[in-house]
């Protein structure tokens, strides 16, 4: 699965950002698209996550002021980040998975300003 995610900039603390994702053609059976982040120097970290059920995962660190939804028709996942920080930096990869294996995006860097 190809995925193209967008979104990402500059934004200073307590701002908003919308991420969107979608895989470059329609895909049956994905199961779960989400997102992962990867700080500045540290390891990929989950973000959050939506089943096709319907069912989120979110990390601690985000909850309350993330919001992934998605469409399933477009195989597209989105992330609302709303009350930015600077610990959020760090660069967003989109991420799918299916039975046949996991996918993941080229990343979109966000930067918040202190």
């Known amino acids: 699965v190809q995925l193209q995610a967008s979104g990402g900039g500059l934004v200073q603390a307590g701002g908003s950002l919308r991420l969107s994702c979608a895989a470059a053609?329609?895909?049956?059976?994905?199961?779960?698209m989400g997102w992962y982040r990867q700080p500045p120097g540290k390891q990929r970290e989950l973000v959050a996550t939506?089943?096709?059920?319907?069912?989120?995962n979110y990390a601690d660190s985000v909850k309350g002021r993330f919001t992934v939804s998605r469409d399933n028709a477009k195989n597209a996942v989105y992330l609302q980040m709303n009350s930015l920080q600077p610990e959020d930096t760090g660069v967003y990869y989109c991420y799918a998975w299916k039975p046949a294996g996991t996918s993941w995006g080229q990343g979109t860097l966000v930067t918040v300003s202190s």
């Open positions: 053609r329609t895909t049956p059976g994905i199961n779960v």
């Open positions: 939506m089943a096709i059920s319907g069912i989120t």
